[in-house]
Nanobody, 121 residues
Framework: QVQLVESGGGLVQAGESLRLSCAAS????????MAWYRQSPGKQRDLVAV???????NYSDSVKGRFTISRDNAKNTVYLQMNSLKPEDTAVYYC???????????????WGQGTQVTVSS
């Protein structure tokens, strides 16, 4: 059984910062990609940032230069540092990990429960 637990969401004003964390626990064999998605009411869930096991990050154009994704492989944790937040960043943020459990030889996608980020103008 694998569980992803997120933390760090909240209510901030435009221009402020937040840091999200997502830790995976359970029978983890190895983790390939770690990513953050976000979803606003009535909209689809979109990729915000992804970082691969080799360490190369990719960002959506809307957050490039403001958000930074990082990972701590020893802790099975991914972070999202969000600076210069804008009202349009308001959404539920979900972490996603493509990982292999210690008892299956295939990679599957796992999701966190989501954390609300609200940016007021």
């Amino acid at each position: 059984q694998v569980q992803l637990v997120e933390s760090g969401g909240g209510l901030v004003q435009a221009g402020e910062s937040l840091r999200l964390s997502c830790a995976a626990s359970g029978s983890i064999g190895s983790i390939d990609a770690m990513a953050w998605y976000r979803q606003s009411p009535g909209k689809q869930r979109d990729l915000v940032a992804v970082i691969y096991s080799g360490g190369s990050p990719n960002y959506s154009d809307s957050v490039k230069g403001r958000f930074t994704i990082s990972r701590d492989n020893a802790k099975n944790t991914v972070y999202l540092q969000m600076n210069s937040l804008k009202p349009e960043d308001t959404a539920v943020y979900y972490c996603n990990m493509r990982l292999r459990t210690s008892y299956l030889y295939r990679y599957d996608d796992y999701w966190g429960q989501g954390t609300q980020v609200t940016v007021s103008s």
